[in-house]
């Protein structure tokens, strides 16, 4: 691990070649499990939209689909503990700057420095998006005056009621399938929103990340997520439903 620079720490190092394979067939399923071109799709075509393609280079896509390793591991049933616990990633960030919702957080040990690495709040708001949220208050003198846990993680029979609605990355065109994803809500927890089938939709850690910077909005509809593309994909900016119900339905009597 290097040393964070222009907001990106370099790593280095040799793999044994079977762990590199072992490596490349997950990285290969994550980035194109089905075999099917990238890009924004609302309906079975030939042709290929050169303006909806995936835009990320390949190096940008093995990224995004090692983040999306990580964030699955720690649900490991045989994975190590720590302190009793799965592996906690922690972000610090200031009460002011949470109650802003922009500004810098910190990761403790994120380089190769060991001491705490800036990253911009976005970064703690996605983290916590999927985990829980430790709030420490603590004195002027460093004396602990509070501890609240909110707990936003939704459970394993909630997951499972979501991935059999979604069936993979809610964003079309994307073909993440369900054991790789995340789950978003819908209507923020911090606004709110709550922990629940109806307010949850399955997304990968790419579309996650950077959802709203991409301008891709979702929302709820009777109990079935609907997403609206950023202009420069559909002008017209259609709310348009996604899975099953995006799928043509054969006529009455057929």
């Given at each position: 691990m290097g040393v964070k620079r222009n907001g990106l720490v370099p790593i280095h190092g040799n793999l044994m070649v079977e762990t590199a394979g072992a490596l490349c067939v997950?990285?290969?399923?994550?980035?194109?499990?089905?075999?099917?071109?990238?890009?924004?799709?609302?309906?079975?075509?030939?042709?290929?939209?050169?303006d909806s393609s995936d835009v990320r280079t390949m190096a940008q896509r093995n990224h995004d689909a090692l983040a999306t390793i990580l964030a699955a591991v720690p649900g490991a049933p045989d994975l190590p503990m720590n302190g009793g616990n799965a592996p906690v990633l922690v972000i610090h960030a200031t009460e002011d700057t949470v109650r802003a919702g922009e500004g810098w957080a910190s990761i403790p040990g994120a380089d190769g420095t060991g001491?705490?690495?800036?990253?911009?709040?976005?970064?703690?708001?996605h983290a916590g998006c999927c985990g829980t949220v430790q709030r420490l208050t603590s004195a002027v003198n460093g004396k602990i005056v509070k501890l609240t846990v909110a707990d936003r993680v939704f459970n394993t029979d909630q997951r499972r009621v979501i991935i059999a609605r979604d069936r993979s990355c809610v964003i079309p065109g994307c073909h993440t399938p369900a054991r790789w994803c995340e789950i978003h809500h819908v209507?923020?927890?911090?606004?709110?929103?709550?922990?629940?089938?109806?307010?949850?939709?399955?997304?990968?850690?790419?579309?996650?990340?950077?959802?709203?910077?991409?301008?891709?909005?979702?929302?709820?509809?009777?109990?079935?997520?609907?997403?609206?593309?950023?202009?420069?994909?559909d002008?017209?900016?259609?709310?348009?439903?996604?899975?099953?119900?995006?799928?043509?339905?054969?006529s009455r009597g057929a």
């Open positions: 997950l990285l290969d399923s994550i980035n194109n499990p089905h075999g099917k071109p990238a890009g924004v799709r609302f309906r079975p075509s030939d042709e290929v939209d050169d001491t705490d690495v800036p990253v911009p709040f976005a970064a703690a708001e209507k923020e927890w911090a606004n709110g929103g709550k922990t629940d089938v109806g307010n949850g939709v399955l997304i990968c850690w790419h579309h996650h990340r950077f959802l709203e910077r991409m301008g891709w909005q979702i929302r709820m509809t009777d109990g079935v997520p609907e997403v609206r593309p950023p202009d420069w994909i002008p017209t900016q259609t709310w348009r439903p996604t899975g099953l119900r995006a799928v043509a339905r054969p």
